[in-house]
């Protein structure tokens, strides 16, 4: 198979196309704009492989797209790229609505003329075409219920600039196969965490501002409830669902992981008195770091899945728990410092960025 993968430097893109490379024989070209959230050293252990190819392009480029497919001619599209966090979202939306709504329309654009020519030159090709959409647990919106879990039925919710554009999004998805017969498939998963996370999100935050003994800044409480997914878990289930999922089909993935975001940053705390016992001069405990920040505007309470689709019918399951997902993710971040620090500093762009939060 060729896979154009969207959106593949970014945290969860790049965990997709080093397992298609270490786990598959398929072929990968990876489309990526390289926002601040790109980062080619990210995808450095697939780089000299034959079957990988990058393409700094934007999804908004629709001649540049078009001429991706042309040369590329791929048998499915795996749609990861977008503006990603909720922050960001609030302080400046039109990025969000350019690339996730715009960008989204552009590559089903593309993609809706790229399939119309496969149809009429090549059925077989066209017969296992799929345009898989990756999409957020987000778009429902939050939970009252302690009960409740979110399925592929939920009626949608979004509550921020970001979740509503991948909304918008995905709504685009369904009217294009549902319109023009393009053979789509979605996945909305729940947060993810793992090797590689680009530190303005909480689990990486936490971990190098603790080693760095700066505050471990929590919103309003900390009780916002979160599910969470080792990002190699995602990554495979991904891959499931692009290769096996049904056409037109919806699919939730989530973790069976529970947490306060304040249970999250006390677990954090405890591995690296463990793991980095030698703490910065000052602090004597890395939970004695914990500021309590105002809470962000309009903030979902509560997000969990209901991920027993994707088990029953595809029998994909994680790997991971939260506690074992969580020690590799703190072993990998004490392992890996150039890359972070990279980040940190901005070299990895050749320019100083600010990591938000
Ligand atoms: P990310 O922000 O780490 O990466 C996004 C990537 O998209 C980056 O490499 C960036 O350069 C690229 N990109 C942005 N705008 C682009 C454009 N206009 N053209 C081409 N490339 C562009 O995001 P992520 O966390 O890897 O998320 C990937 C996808 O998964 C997103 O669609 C997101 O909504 C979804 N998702 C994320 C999570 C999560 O917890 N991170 C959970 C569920 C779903």
Same mark, same amino acid.
């Given at each position: 198979?060729?896979?154009?993968? =969207?959106? !593949?430097?970014?945290?969860?893109?790049?965990?997709?196309?080093?397992?298609?490379?270490?786990? %598959?024989?398929?072929?990968?070209?990876?489309?990526?704009?390289?926002?601040?959230?790109?980062?080619?050293?990210?995808?450095?252990? $697939?780089?000299?492989?034959?079957?990988?190819?990058?393409?700094?392009?934007?999804?908004?480029?629709?001649?540049?797209?078009? +001429?991706?497919?042309?040369?590329?001619?791929?048998?499915?599209?795996?749609?990861?790229?977008?503006?990603?966090?909720?922050?960001?979202?609030?302080? !400046?939306?039109?990025?969000?609505?350019?690339?996730?709504? $715009?960008?989204?329309? /552009?590559?089903?654009?593309?993609?809706?003329?790229?399939?119309?020519?496969?149809?009429?030159?090549?059925?077989?090709?066209?017969?296992?075409?799929?345009?898989?959409?990756?999409? %957020?647990?987000?778009?429902?919106?939050?939970?009252?219920?302690?009960?409740?879990?979110?399925?592929?039925? =939920?009626?949608?919710?979004?509550?921020?600039?970001?979740?509503?554009?991948?909304?918008?999004?995905?709504?685009?998805?369904?009217?294009?196969?549902?319109?023009?017969?393009?053979?789509?498939?979605? =996945?909305?998963?729940? /947060?993810?965490?793992?090797?590689?996370?680009?530190?303005?999100?909480?689990?990486?935050?936490?971990?190098? /501002?603790?080693?760095?003994?700066?505050?471990?800044?929590?919103?309003?409480?900390?009780?916002?409830?979160?599910?969470?997914?080792?990002?190699?878990?995602?990554?495979?289930?991904?891959?499931?669902?692009?290769? +096996? !999922?049904?056409?037109?089909?919806?699919?939730?993935?989530?973790?069976? /992981?529970? +947490?306060?975001?304040?249970? $999250?940053?006390?677990?954090?705390?405890?591995?690296?008195?463990?793991?980095?016992?030698?703490?910065?001069?000052?602090?004597?405990?890395?939970?004695?770091?914990?500021?309590?920040?105002?809470?962000?505007?309009?903030?979902?309470?509560?997000?969990?899945?209901?991920?027993?689709?994707?088990?029953?019918?595809?029998?994909?399951?994680?790997?991971?728990?939260?506690?074992?997902?969580?020690?590799?993710?703190?072993?990998?971040?004490?392992?890996?410092?150039?890359?972070?620090?990279? $980040?940190?500093?901005?070299?990895?762009?050749?320019?100083?960025?600010?990591?938000?939060?």
């Amino acid at each position: 198979m060729k896979i154009l993968v =969207t959106g !593949g430097a970014g945290f969860i893109g790049s965990a997709v196309v080093r397992y298609l490379m270490s786990e %598959t024989d398929h072929e990968v070209l990876c489309v990526d704009k390289l926002t601040y959230a790109g980062n080619l050293e990210s995808l450095s252990v $697939v780089e000299n492989n034959e079957r990988y190819r990058f393409v700094q392009a934007d999804i908004c480029d629709q001649a540049l797209l078009s +001429k991706q497919f042309d040369e590329f001619c791929p048998d499915i599209i795996m749609h990861l790229a977008a503006e990603s966090h909720v922050d960001r979202s609030i302080d !400046g939306p039109s990025a969000f609505i350019e690339t996730n709504i $715009v960008g989204t329309y /552009n590559l089903l654009e593309v993609s809706r003329k790229y399939f119309k020519w496969l149809c009429e030159e090549n059925a077989e090709k066209a017969a296992a075409f799929k345009f898989h959409h990756i999409s %957020t647990d987000e778009v429902y919106g939050d939970l009252d219920d302690p009960e409740d879990l979110f399925s592929e039925t =939920t009626p949608y919710a979004p509550s921020s600039p970001y979740s509503a554009s991948k909304a918008s999004s995905d709504h685009l998805v369904r009217a294009w196969q549902r319109t023009f017969g393009l053979p789509t498939v979605i =996945t909305n998963c729940s /947060n993810n965490y793992g090797p590689y996370h680009f530190p303005e999100k909480l689990i990486p935050l936490i971990i190098l /501002n603790a080693l760095a003994g700066k505050p471990l800044p929590v919103y309003g409480d900390g009780s916002q409830i979160r599910d969470w997914l080792y990002v190699e878990d995602h990554a495979k289930a991904l891959v499931e669902v692009a290769l +096996k !999922g049904g056409t037109g089909e919806t699919y939730n993935i989530g973790g069976h /992981n529970e +947490k306060k975001n304040i249970e $999250v940053v006390f677990a954090i705390c405890e591995l690296l008195e463990e793991l980095a016992p030698n703490k910065p001069s000052g602090v004597a405990y890395y939970k004695d770091l914990i500021t309590y920040v105002d809470d962000r505007p309009g903030h979902d309470l509560r997000y969990a899945i209901d991920a027993s689709k994707i088990q029953r019918e595809l029998g994909w399951v994680p790997a991971e728990t939260f506690d074992s997902g969580l020690r590799k993710t703190v072993k990998w971040y004490l392992n890996n410092e150039r890359w972070w620090k990279r $980040v940190l500093d901005g070299s990895y762009k050749g320019e100083r960025l600010g990591v938000k939060r």
